[in-house]
């Protein structure tokens, strides 16, 4: 269960230091099922973009069920399973470190046949160019978080929208 609120923060800086940190621990014991090298996704990725303080990563594997052979050795280094609703038909794992509850990092490991990941990298580079887009999606989430700061399910649905407009606008 989740104990953290959803608080948007200003960008911050070390963001990208703290996806390398967790990477250089993580990527060696996913690289035999590697498809390409992990990537930092997510709002902490998008510089100057206020976001929740928790760094997402991607880890785009060959074979969703072969890589579940690394999980005992994640979990040696504090990464905790955090199943989230459509992992499964996604063909997704997810991963907290430290704790579920009170996660800095959430690493997403999803099968290169998964249609999901591009789309993460297509809005994060898009929002990465786009001032305004960034500028418009940080005032969503803001506003999302101040209505209520506990519901996700409500906050992730009320970012939806603009999230496809976004990708609609980029043919995805």
């Given at each position: 269960?989740?104990?953290d609120?959803i608080?948007?923060?200003e ?5 990208p230091a703290l996806?390398?940190q967790?990477r ?5 014991l ?14 902490t ?7 929740k303080?928790i760094?997402d990563?991607?880890a ?13 050795e ?5 990464w905790?399973?955090?199943p ?27 099968e ?18 786009t ?7 940080a ?34």
């Amino acid at each position: 269960m989740r104990l953290d609120r959803i608080k948007i923060v200003e960008y911050d800086a070390r963001w990208p230091a703290l996806f390398e940190q967790q990477r250089r621990r993580v990527e060696p014991l996913l690289v035999p099922w590697l498809a390409r090298p992990i990537e930092h996704i997510g709002s902490t990725a998008v510089p100057g973009l206020p976001a929740k303080a928790i760094i997402d990563m991607a880890a785009v594997v060959r074979d969703y069920n072969e890589c579940a052979a690394a999980f005992d050795e994640l979990a040696a280094l504090g990464w905790v399973s955090a199943p989230e609703p459509g992992d499964v038909a996604d063909r997704k794992w997810s991963l907290c470190f430290p704790t579920v509850e009170r996660r800095s990092h959430h690493l997403h490991v999803v099968e290169a046949t998964s249609t999901g990941w591009q789309t993460w990298l297509a809005f994060r580079d898009h929002l990465r160019k786009t001032p305004a887009d960034r500028d418009e999606y940080a005032r969503i989430k803001r506003g999302l978080a101040e209505a209520d700061d506990r519901d996700r399910p409500a906050y992730r649905a009320g970012k939806a929208p603009f999230i496809a407009g976004v990708l609609g606008g980029l043919g995805l």
